[in-house]
Every structure is written in structure tokens, then in C-alpha cells.
């Protein structure tokens, strides 16, 4: 993305605003999944991994490009499997058993 | 501007959009795992972008598709593992290694571009300030996450690590680091100095994270992620990649105000939380049942006193706290409730530092089978404790002293669960020792409280047993 300091600079500034808007409405209850996903979004270096690796020539290049793709890969793919673990239990109440038994547990 | 970087840039949009469509859907337990799946959607478009974006380019070499394809399937299988694996007492741990990685890859990539301009036609100015304070920002992250996370397993003492000159070693590496990054900021494109600064940085992110305490945790794991988020939105400065930017920001944001919530509802401010030397950890001050209270009268009970008083009562709130996640009784706890509510209305009222991150009680009992519609925020349940007729407190100290809505004490103005307003209460601990504030709670000496001393665990399976028998009969 070729864009330019002033228009990035934009960009992270709104965003930070429109974050804080989303995130103040996130109740309590689900801040460890909040923590999780937002863990999960800041993977998106994995994008940045990428870049690095292709522009790679020399041996030091490589090496940086290597362990960013590997912590980078670790982040996003454990950041959301972890959030989707959490989330799933998080039911309302359950309806009685008998109208209940295709329902997989976990 | 070819068509195909037209293309990769608005799939960056459409991932960046889906990212804020998902945190807003985590408003309600209802809809977050919708958005969970959404961002990861998002996700999944902004990575395709970027291999559309590489092949394109077609300046990648084998070597660096090897290390991209090794390096990202080796970490995603191990991410997957840890993610899988961990139990949800575990989750704080698990959350801060990932938040570790996430700033250190970030710092990679900053460092990565450095290391192939240096030498060469020389850098931007932008670029630099950039990648200077990315390799600042990356590695304290990376370290102190990792501290924060071995105090959090156990690996690391969780009570703070003080010693002499250990503030002068912190100033020492600021000056050190501050140093260096003016060096390379006055366009030495220098690869030592990169590397002195990276080393200061770990070295402070050590310092930075030794000498706070366990029961700081939930403030440190929240202001970590926050700068992991803002060390991702620089190496986005770096790249001039506004999909990284923005995702930064968006965890930045998050983890700051998450931060300030749990400092507030903490009773600290996030600079004394930082300072460190405060809250002794998991095992707290705690001494025997006759330690403190010596003069007032305190009322013990037992196990079936207290089944009998929870059998007849139509209202019951229970209270779990970090002593309860300790015992990991959560399961014990999720069954009495279910036991109660055969004839009574029973919920869950959690304080927002209750457990080991924000939030963290919540998921134990979700994951122990408590509907979310019985878990209730401070502020829905603080209006329902004068209605109820028993309120047990499992395992939670300071977020229940009433000595916090009266000033000049450690407690004062700290945000409480009105336990006191409950008809009854009965409270479930190990002994009288001290919460994290290290002062007596009043409510313990109210001649409506009972006392039950046990682990949270075995005191609720006595309490679940007794009540069956009292059904029973």
C-alpha cells in the first residue's frame, strides 16, 4: 500500500478512535475473549512477514524474515483458535436435554 | 497504480472493516463468536492480499518462500497446539506469550527492512523514526510479556523482584537506548546500533516487568497488549502498510482502555502499578485464622450451617474471586448454582478483577457451564444484593470491603460488590489473611456473615453435599 506519512497518520488515528468507540461497549464479562481477538487482530503482522520475506536477499534477511513469519504465524492462528475456544462456551441457558441431544459436547 | 495493487489495497479495507464489524459484535455474548469468525474472514482476505501482492511483485526468491512457508506453518502449528491445549486457568499465560510474539514479529519487520536498506541508497527519515521506535516498542513487549507470562505459570516469582540498583538499571538501559536510537535518528544507518537498541529494550522490558506484582497482572497483560497493538501500527509505518495500521491501532485502543479499567477498578493508577513492589502474589500475606481480628468477633460456621441457609433461601448471589480460581473450584461452584436454582434464583456477580486478567472469572464459569445470563457485571448486581437472602462470597477479599465507600484507607473509592446489603452472607476462605490491600475486611466481622474456613473447593463440595442431603431428606 503506497500511501504516505500524512494518510497513514490519518489512518491510525481514526482508527484509534473508531476502537475506542467499538471496544467501550464490550461488556466485562467477555474481556478475556476481547484480549484474545484483539490479540488475534494485531496478527495481522503476519502481513508484514510477508513483505519481509520477499524483499529478503541476504542471510540476516532471511533469518528476520523466518522467525517474524514463525511468531507471526503463531499469533494469528493461536490467537483466533483460542478466542473461538473461549467463545463457544459462552452459552445462554440450556434447553432441557431431551430436545438437546444432537448438540455436541465440548 | 496497476490494477492488482488496486485490488490488494481494498482487500486490505475489506479485512480492516471486517476487524472493526467483529470487535463491535463483541458487545454481546450473543453475537462475539459471530465476529470472532468474522475477523478471522477478515484475516484470511488481508493474507491473500498479501501473497496476491508477492507474486505479483514477483521479487520474492526461493530462499524467502521457504522461510515464509517453513516459518508461518511451524508457528501456526504451534500456536494452534498452545491454543488447543491450555486450560482456561492457563488462558492469561498462553494470551501474553501471543502477545509476545505478535511484538516481536512486529520489531522483525521493522528490523528486516533496515537491515536490507542499510548500507544502501540510505533511509528516510520517516522510515527511520519508524523502525527506531518499532525496535523499541517490539522488544519490551516481546520480553515483558514474557516475564509476565512466566509469572503468571509460576516460572518466575510472582512477587516483585526488587532490589537495589535496580532503578539504575533501568535508567542506565534508557540512556543506553536513548542513545543509540539518537545515533541512528541522526541517519547513521548503523546495524550494531540497531542491535544495541534491541538489547536495551529486552533488557528493559525484564526490568520493566520484574518488579511488579501477581496481583497487578490483569493491568500489566492489558497494557502489554496495547503495546504490542501500537508496535504492529509502526512496522505498518514502516511498510507504509495501512492494513497493519490500522489492525495496530484497533489493538491499541483496546488494550489502553482495558488497562485503565482494570487500574480503576483496581484502585491504582496505571504509573503505581508500573513502579512496582506492590501485591505479594499468589500466596498473599495469609496466616492463620487468629492473625488478625483479634479483637473483633468473627462467626464460624460450618459446611452445613451454611447448606441449610443456602436450601432455604429464595435469592442467592454467590461472589468468586481470585481465591476461587486458585482452587480452580469453578466446576464446584457451577454445580452448586445448578443445585440452588432447582427452587431458588441463583446468579453470579463478578468483580472486574476477579481472576488473573480482565475477565478471566467469567470464562472459568462458562466453561464449567454457567449460562452468560448468570453472569452478572458490578453494576447490573450491585442493586440486587439488598434483595437477596444469602450472599457467598468464594475465595474474594477486597472487592468486598465495605471500608472502600469510606475514605482514608487502602480501599478507599475502590469500585466494590455491595455483599454488605445481602440479608446474610457467608464466605468461603482460607483463612483471615489479608487481600492484596493488606487490610481487615469489615465484612468479615458482620454479625450477618458466617465464615466458613476451607479451600474454595473443598468447602463448596461440603456445601454441595450437605444441601443434597438436606433435599434429599
Same mark, same amino acid.
Given at each position: 500500500m503506497t500511501t504516505g506519512l500524512m494518510s497513514d497518520i490519518y489512518m491510525f488515528v481514526l482508527a484509534i478512535l473508531v476502537g475506542y468507540e467499538v471496544i467501550t461497549k464490550v461488556p466485562s464479562t467477555l474481556h478475556t475473549p476481547l484480549m484474545s481477538a484483539s490479540n488475534a487482530i494485531h496478527g495481522i503482522v503476519i502481513v508484514g512477514a510477508f513483505i519481509t520475506a520477499s524483499q529478503a536477499r541476504t542471510d540476516a534477511g532471511y533469518a528476520l524474515a523466518f522467525v517474524a513469519a514463525f511468531f507471526a504465524g503463531m499469533n494469528v492462528v493461536g490467537g483466533y483458535s483460542l478466542t473461538d475456544r473461549m467463545l463457544q462456551?459462552?452459552?445462554?441457558?440450556?434447553?432441557?436435554p431431551a430436545h438437546d441431544g444432537t448438540k455436541e459436547l465440548s | 497504480m496497476n490494477s492488482v495493487t488496486i485490488a490488494v489495497d481494498l482487500a486490505y479495507l475489506v479485512a480492516a472493516a471486517g476487524f472493526v464489524v467483529a470487535l463491535h459484535l463483541m458487545n454481546s455474548p450473543a453475537t462475539a463468536r459471530k465476529g470472532s469468525r468474522l475477523s478471522w474472514l477478515g484475516m484470511i482476505v488481508a493474507v491473500a492480499a498479501a501473497l496476491t501482492s508477492i507474486i505479483h511483485d514477483a521479487t520474492i526468491t526461493t530462499t524467502g518462500w521457504i522461510v515464509l512457508s517453513v516459518g508461518g506453518a511451524g508457528g501456526a502449528a504451534v500456536g494452534l497446539i498452545m491454543a488447543r491445549r491450555v486450560k482456561m486457568t492457563d488462558v492469561p499465560q498462553v494470551v501474553s506469550i501471543f502477545n509476545a510474539v505478535g511484538g516481536g514479529a512486529a520489531a522483525l519487520v521493522a528490523a528486516g527492512d533496515f537491515v536490507r536498506l542499510a548500507g544502501g541508497a540510505g533511509i528516510s527519515s520517516r522510515v527511520m523514526i519508524a523502525t527506531v521506535l518499532d525496535v523499541i516498542v517490539g522488544p519490551v513487549t516481546f520480553s515483558g510479556s514474557l516475564i509476565a507470562a512466566g509469572k503468571l505459570q509460576g516460572w +518466575? $516469582?510472582? $512477587?516483585?523482584v526488587v532490589f537495589r540498583g535496580a532503578r539504575l538499571i533501568t535508567a542506565a538501559l534508557t540512556v543506553v537506548g536513548v542513545g543509540a536510537s539518537c545515533y541512528l535518528l541522526a541517519g547513521h544507518d548503523s546495524t550494531a546500533m540497531l542491535i544495541l537498541v534491541v538489547c536495551a529494550a529486552l533488557a528493559f522490558g525484564v526490568t520493566m516487568t520484574? %518488579?511488579?506484582?501477581? #496481583?497487578d497482572m490483569p493491568v500489566v497483560v492489558a497494557l502489554l497488549n496495547s503495546f504490542t497493538g501500537i508496535a504492529v501500527a509502526i512496522a505498518g509505518f514502516v511498510i507504509d502498510n495501512g492494513g497493519l495500521i490500522i489492525g495496530g491501532a484497533l489493538v491499541g485502543a483496546s488494550g489502553g482502555i482495558l488497562t485503565v479499567l482494570m487500574a480503576r477498578a483496581m484502585n491504582r493508577s496505571v504509573i503505581s502499578v508500573m513502579l512496582g513492589g506492590f501485591g505479594t502474589g499468589d500466596s498473599g500475606p495469609a496466616t492463620g485464622p487468629?492473625?488478625?481480628? #483479634? *479483637?473483633a468477633s468473627i462467626r464460624r460456621i460450618s459446611a452445613e450451617d451454611a447448606a441449610i441457609q443456602l436450601a432455604y433461601a429464595s435469592k442467592v448471589i454467590i461472589v468468586p474471586g481470585y481465591g476461587l480460581a486458585a482452587a480452580q473450584a469453578q466446576h464446584e461452584a457451577a454445580e452448586l448454582a445448578a443445585l440452588l436454582q432447582e427452587h431458588a434464583t441463583v446468579f453470579f456477580a463478578i468483580h472486574p +478483577?476477579?481472576? !488473573?486478567?480482565?475477565?478471566h472469572m467469567n470464562v472459568l464459569l462458562a466453561e464449567a457451564?454457567? /449460562?452468560?445470563?448468570?453472569l452478572k457485571e458490578m453494576d447490573a448486581a450491585n442493586p440486587e444484593f439488598p434483595t437477596a437472602d444469602v450472599a457467598l462470597v468464594v475465595g474474594a477479599n477486597d472487592v468486598t470491603? %465495605? #471500608?472502600? !465507600?469510606? %475514605? *482514608?484507607? /487502602? +480501599? $478507599?473509592g475502590m469500585p466494590i460488590?455491595? +455483599?454488605?446489603? #445481602?440479608k446474610s452472607v457467608i464466605v468461603i476462605k482460607r483463612s483471615m489473611g489479608h487481600g492484596y490491600a493488606g487490610i481487615d475486611n469489615e465484612l468479615y466481622i458482620d454479625p450477618k456473615t458466617g465464615m466458613l474456613f476451607s479451600d474454595a473447593k473443598a468447602g463448596l463440595a461440603e456445601i454441595i453435599a450437605s444441601v443434597k442431603a438436606l433435599v434429599a431428606s
Open positions: 462456551m459462552f452459552r445462554k441457558r440450556p434447553v432441557p | +518466575v $516469582s510472582s $512477587s516483585p520484574m %518488579p511488579i506484582g501477581g #496481583a487468629a492473625a488478625v481480628g #483479634a *479483637g +478483577v476477579a481472576g !488473573r486478567m480482565p475477565g457451564n454457567v /449460562p452468560y445470563t448468570d470491603n %465495605p #471500608a472502600a !465507600r469510606r %475514605p *482514608g484507607n /487502602p +480501599v $478507599s460488590l455491595n +455483599v454488605d446489603q #445481602a
